[in-house]
């Protein structure tokens, strides 16, 4: 198995939802990550997990909490998002998270819409 | 500050050659990473240089020259499906990788 797994591939939430994206891989990458996309612009970097504790927050809302829950899976729990949040969020993984030939291996990405 | 810098967009003809450049200016360097991303999709790993010179898979190959702060990626025979955003990213001395804006890649017949 040489993929990253994300579901939903499409969500709508209004404002005051709460919801959660996931994420699964069982390549035995050891680092998960969570990037943000907007159209035309290059990923983000939000959450870095290594070894199963969260090692990078890069200053993220408190409205985007991250949860890895075993060494295969990763979430992101949404709740109380804005309009801008609106973006597609990229799941990664890699063997490890500092190492010089990284190779990052995305999902395909969950297309979010905040209304 | 860091800072990676590439065309954001290009035209070229199928079955031509094109070459993407990338220049860089960041802290530290440990390899620098090219990916291939179509509209909508996620990216995918085309090419990885750690070392100077030039890198070869088929018909894509990537070039690094790190005392000029620069690689190349050339693609050779495209084809249609190579229109898609081809992105640089540099891993600094902290192993983190900064990412250029994206390269978009037209290719007409």
């Known amino acids: 198995d040489t993929e990253v797994t994300q579901t939903p591939k499409h969500l709508v939430m209004g404002m005051t939802n709460k919801k959660s994206l996931k994420c699964e891989q069982h390549m035995g990458h050891r680092a998960m990550y969570w990037y943000k996309q907007k159209a035309k612009k290059p990923p983000e970097l939000m959450f870095v997990?290594?070894?199963?504790?969260?090692?990078i927050n890069e200053s993220v809302p408190s409205r985007f909490s991250p949860e890895c829950p075993n060494s295969s899976l990763l979430n992101l729990h949404l709740h109380a998002l804005q309009p801008e949040d609106s973006a597609l969020y990229l799941c990664a993984s890699s063997q490890e998270e500092s190492s010089g030939a990284n190779v990052l291996t995305f999902g395909a990405g969950s297309r979010l819409t905040v209304l | 500050g860091q800072n990676i810098d590439q065309p954001t967009e290009m035209t070229a003809t199928e079955g031509a050659i094109v070459q993407i450049n990338c220049t860089y200016q960041t802290s530290g360097f440990n390899g620098l990473f090219w990916y291939q991303q179509h509209a909508g999709e996620a990216p995918t790993f085309l090419s990885y240089n750690v070392l100077d010179g030039l890198e070869e898979k088929g018909r894509f190959s990537s070039f690094l020259s790190r005392s000029k702060g620069y690689s190349y990626l050339l693609l050779k025979e495209l084809q249609m499906k190579d229109s898609a955003s081809y992105l640089c990213?540099?891993?600094?001395?902290?192993?983190?990788?900064?990412w250029g804006a994206g390269t978009k890649l037209i290719i007409k017949p």
């Open positions: 997990y290594s070894y199963e504790k969260l090692s």
């Open positions: 990213a540099v891993m600094d001395s902290n192993y983190q990788l900064i």
